[in-house]
Nanobody, 123 residues
């Protein structure tokens, strides 16, 4: 059974930093493309960042480029999202996702999802 468990969310002020983690089990993590999405109530789940299985390829939403960094540790089966210079508009529930394809920015392409972790940025 595949499980993705996010942690590291919380409340910070504008300009602050958080590091999200997503621990995976039950899948061949080293061959999985991993991504972070975020969602606010009443809106669709939006792409944030993606990292390929070998870490050689990453991609970011324009809204987070230069502020967020995605990374992974295949030995620990964990993917991270370092979030710096946080803004109120970054407030959302953040979800980790995994898929065995070629990587995607579209949520429908992902096979497995975590339960989400809330990030709240106050002004």
């Amino acid at each position: 059974q595949v499980q993705l468990v996010e942690s590291g969310g919380g409340s910070v002020q504008t300009g602050g930093s958080l590091r999200l983690s997503c621990a995976a089990s039950g899948l061949t993590f080293g061959l999985s493309q991993m991504a972070w999405f975020r969602q606010v109530p009443g809106k669709e789940r939006d792409f944030v960042a993606f990292i390929a299985w070998g870490s050689s390829t990453t991609r970011y939403a324009d809204s987070v480029k230069g502020r967020f960094t995605i990374s992974r540790d295949n030995g620990k089966k964990t993917v991270y999202l370092q979030m710096n210079s946080l803004k109120p508009e970054d407030t959302a529930a953040y979800y980790c996702a995994a898929e065995r394809g070629v990587g995607s920015i579209w949520s429908d392409d992902y096979d497995y999802w975590g339960q989400g972790t809330q990030v709240t940025v106050s002004s």
